[in-house]
């Protein structure tokens, strides 16, 4: 099993730039999450999707944010336009919900660094 | 909403000894799970050790145990027979039971562990 897969790993696009990150999950798993990781708020949570529907997008910073999974195996988190403030290392996670008590471990990709100049 | 803290913002330890990290957190919910993942330079997040709050028997998983006490909310992780690989960030994390419908995992800031030779 390949894992959680995520490209790039390592972005540098300058302030007002579109980014767009992505993602493969697991196959098989019907749960995919995205995370961001900084030194300020830590490990914090986007918007994770069920079955490709988005269930809770609360943690999306602002309308600059925006995520889509158009099937079960790819999922994009689109930046538009990007922020200095933006920075940080965006993790994808996905699980399989369900099946049992720990059924739904998540699994990290190895993340993606965004650097907004 | 729930809250996961970890107090420590840095623990060392002799190779080869025992060392313990803190985690408490704030719930209101009876049914949950609790997670400890571990995360080396090379940013990848593995997961650790997992306990679900119904059972009572500490989680154990060869040199990583935990001490979970319900009524004090509280979810240390214990690592004997420290190895100069266990050296990374390790975070706690909750997730609550199936019954509230979301698979949402609320991490804590982290605790960066260092083990000398």
């Known amino acids: 099993d390949a894992g959680v897969i995520q490209s790039p790993r390592h972005e540098v696009t300058e302030m007002g730039q579109e980014v767009t990150l992505r993602c493969k999950p697991i196959?098989?798993?019907?749960?995919l999450f995205w995370y961001r990781q900084t030194m300020m708020r830590g490990l914090e949570l986007l918007i994770y999707f069920n079955n490709n529907v988005p269930i809770d997008d609360s943690g999306m910073p602002e309308d600059r944010f925006s995520a889509k999974m158009p099937n079960a195996s790819f999922s994009t988190l689109k930046i538009q336009p990007s922020e200095p403030r933006d920075s940080a290392v965006y993790f994808c996670a996905s699980s399989l919900t369900g099946t049992g008590a720990f059924g739904n471990e998540q699994f990290f990709g190895p993340g993606t660094r965004l650097t907004v100049l | 909403a729930q809250t996961v803290t970890q107090s420590q913002p840095e623990m060392s330890v002799q190779e080869a000894e025992t060392v313990t990290l803190s985690c408490t957190y704030d719930t209101s919910e009876s049914d949950y799970y609790l997670f400890w993942y571990k995360q080396p330079p090379s940013r990848q997040m593995i997961l650790v050790i997992r306990?679900?709050?119904?059972?009572?028997q500490n989680a154990t998983e060869n040199r990583f145990s935990v001490n979970f006490q319900k009524a004090a909310k509280s979810f240390s992780l214990k690592i004997s027979d420290s190895q100069l690989g266990d050296a990374a960030m390790y975070f706690c994390?909750?997730?609550?039971?199936?019954?509230?419908?979301?698979?949402?995992?609320?991490f804590g800031t982290g605790t960066r562990l260092q083990v000398f030779p």
């Open positions: 306990q679900e709050a119904y059972k009572q």
């Open positions: 196959s098989g798993h019907n749960s």
């Open positions: 994390a909750y997730r609550s039971s199936r019954v509230y419908n979301t698979d949402k995992l609320i």
